[in-house]
């Protein structure tokens, strides 16, 4: 694009905002359209126009276009056998970069042997979080955003994972550590990092705003000039950036796309929902929030389009879907946080009705979109997300019956100051089986392994906790260690004594791990399982989470049965409705077995038991 069309479309741009037309800048479209011109820039532009204002908005654009320069020969990693879109075959280990360690060896090499070795097939993307160096939250207080923390290796490292598999990156941009540089050169005075962090003079009333922790909202800081109390949302280590500063914006922009160069194929915006503060609003969901989330998808789909959003809300269902957008302008999935706890709730009760009522009235904007669903993560269950799906009496049970299973809970503060709870601490197999009582292990483990089918047979990606794929149990001995609940889920291991547990056949950790395989598996075999197909959600009695799905073009068809409860369960379907022929022969995808008497309306489920049914010629 020449200065003078350049110049002729910000024109037009600008007669679009004078006259309302915001929302859709159809005289600018018409004119790209005309001029052979595509209208990403525009879309940027006016992007910029709404978060600054005309004067400021317009020089910011400017310098965007500088950094997007240096980035426009960015492209999409290769890696052997695959192609970037989505499908059956994705699925995503969530995993600290020095999850296993070794003598003499740098975690991310020891990560890589390891991933290779027994995961090559199984799953196609991993999560690293955050292997910046960090001053504190196992990494989440992130020093420099440009390093790999120098204890787990280098960026050679982070490349030679990606060449085997999809990368998701965290973009940890609501807050830096105090060590960044940034905020050490905010303590001296430097007038450049100024306004870079948030200062709150006088007292203002913050009542509204949303709390996600039992912290200070604002801490205070000594400098040449003065103490000054600084935002700090999540702790006194965390300070929070202030994106009503354009250089911020900037800022993250080139970070995130300086993680698409390093070979990022999806970027997770971890704690996106609070970017923005606006004094006398709730500063969580703002709508610059929204528009700075519009603004990296434009900005991605014109340099590096292959890159996927991932937003992490972890916040009630109805504000979290919020962050798909129309469906085709802000996040390409969103972690799906109302699972974890209606799937420990269905298995409490051994009842499916609150979470075959939800999973039906899932709906996604537009085929561009999906659910990133998971069970466990390095947090931990979070409760916010079932508020007006559960039951203030339902979600007190779960509390309570996750309690006597060791959980412990994490508390904010509401709008009043009173503690409220918004998290619980548990292992996932935990929070399934209760450690103490007296239940076999495999009645565990069929247990455990159902309540992750329903999670992989669920339309969207699957993200898999390490622990959870290998079968951990709750890590007491750390949080004493720590004095932290979150380190009850985040245990690091030796290499060659996690191994040895591993192949010990008689080990939970070897048990849960086959089993978790040959689920995976089952899911790549059949295009029903991919992430823009669709889902029917089926009665089949309250003990039975029914689901069928069915690929994009409807050719496919998987009939996923769950039984959530300990006793056997008989399910009466008609199967020619189901498969609209059964002139194949109906197999269980799981064992990979053909079902006797596969003509027989009525199928059998022993207790917690899966079965994955296509129907093939």
């Given at each position: 694009m020449s200065l003078a069309e350049c110049l002729l479309v910000l024109f037009i741009v600008e007669l679009s905002i004078e006259r309302n037309d915001l929302s859709d800048l159809k005289v600018c479209n018409y004119f790209c359209k005309f001029m052979m011109i595509q209208p990403d820039f525009s879309t940027v532009y006016s992007h910029l126009i709404a978060l600054y204002g005309q004067s400021s908005g317009e020089n910011v654009f400017e310098r965007l276009q500088a950094i997007l320069d240096r980035y426009s020969d960015l492209s999409a990693p290769q890696r052997e056998g695959s192609d970037h879109a989505l499908s059956e075959h994705d699925s995503v280990l969530i995993t600290y970069a020095d999850q296993l360690s070794e003598s003499d060896t740098l975690p991310l090499q020891t990560l890589s042997h390891f991933c290779e070795q027994y995961l090559s097939g199984l799953v196609n993307s991993i999560h690293l979080l955050p292997f910046f160096p960090y001053s504190s939250d196992d990494g989440f207080s992130v020093i420099d955003y440009r390093a790999v923390n120098p204890a787990f290796g280098n960026w050679d490292e982070v490349a030679r994972l990606g060449r085997g598999f999809?990368?998701?990156?965290?973009?940890?941009?609501?807050?830096?550590?105090?060590?960044?540089?940034?905020?050490?050169?905010?303590?001296?005075?430097?007038?450049?990092?100024?306004?870079?962090?948030?200062?709150?003079?006088?007292?203002?009333?913050?009542?509204?705003?949303?709390?996600?922790?039992?912290?200070?909202?604002?801490?205070?800081?000594?400098?040449?000039s003065g103490p000054k109390k600084v935002w700090t949302t999540f702790s006194a280590d965390q300070v929070d950036l202030n994106f009503q500063n354009p250089n911020v914006l900037l800022e993250i922009v080139d970070t995130l796309l300086f993680y698409v160069a390093q070979g990022a194929q999806l970027i997770r915006l971890d704690a996106i929902a609070y970017l923005w503060k606006e004094i006398g609003t709730s500063c969580i969901h703002l709508p610059q929030t929204h528009r700075i989330i519009r603004l990296?998808?434009?900005?991605?789909?014109?340099?590096?389009?292959?890159?996927?959003?991932?937003?992490?809300?972890?916040?009630?269902?109805?504000?979290?879907?919020?962050?798909?957008?129309?469906?085709?302008d802000e996040a390409q999935m969103v972690y799906n946080f109302a699972l974890p706890p209606l799937t420990l709730h269905t298995f409490y009760t051994g009842n499916s009705r609150v979470l075959s009522k939800w999973a039906a009235d899932l709906k996604l904007p537009s085929r561009h979109t999906t659910f990133f669903n998971f069970l466990a993560s390095h947090d931990g269950i979070g409760i916010n997300p079932a508020r007006g799906i559960l039951s203030y009496f339902e979600i007190n049970a779960l509390m309570e019956r996750s309690i006597q299973h060791g959980s412990l809970v994490s508390y904010k503060d509401d709008p009043s100051g009173a503690p409220i709870p918004y998290e619980l601490n548990i292992n996932y197999f935990d929070a399934l089986s209760n450690p103490h009582a007296e239940e076999s292990l495999n009645i565990q483990v069929d247990r455990f392994m159902t309540a992750q089918a329903i999670m992989l047979a669920l339309v969207g990606v699957p993200g898999i906790y390490f622990h959870s794929l290998f079968g951990s149990r709750s890590w007491r001995k750390g949080v004493e260690l720590t004095e932290r609940n979150r380190t009850i889920n985040r245990q690091k291991f030796e290499l060659a004594a996690f191994e040895s547990e591993l192949v010990d056949e008689a080990s939970l950790r070897h048990h849960v791990f086959r089993r978790y395989a040959q689920l995976l598996r089952a899911r790549s075999t059949s295009s029903a399982f991919h992430p823009h197909g669709r889902q029917q959600v089926l009665d089949c009695g309250e003990a039975i989470f029914a689901l069928l799905r069915l690929s994009p073009d409807g050719n496919k068809r998987v009939l996923c049965l769950h039984n959530v409860s300990d006793q056997t369960q008989d399910v009466v379907i008609n199967l020619k409705d189901i498969f609209r022929s059964i002139s194949g022969k109906l197999t269980n995808l799981i064992t990979n077995r053909l079902m006797e008497d596969s003509l027989n309306s009525k199928l059998t489920l022993q207790p917690y038991q899966s079965l994955w049914l296509e129907m093939k010629e």
């Open positions: 999809r990368l998701m990156f965290d973009a940890v941009i609501n807050h830096v550590s105090v060590q960044h540089e940034w905020f050490r050169a905010f303590l001296k005075d430097d007038p450049h990092y100024r306004d870079y962090f948030i200062v709150i003079n006088g007292n203002p009333d913050l009542s509204q705003v949303v709390r996600p922790r039992a912290l200070p909202l604002l801490t205070k800081f000594d400098t040449p990296f998808r434009s900005v991605l789909d014109i340099i590096a389009p292959h890159v996927i959003l991932v937003t992490e809300t972890n916040v009630p269902h109805r504000e979290n879907i919020s962050y798909f957008g129309n469906g085709t």
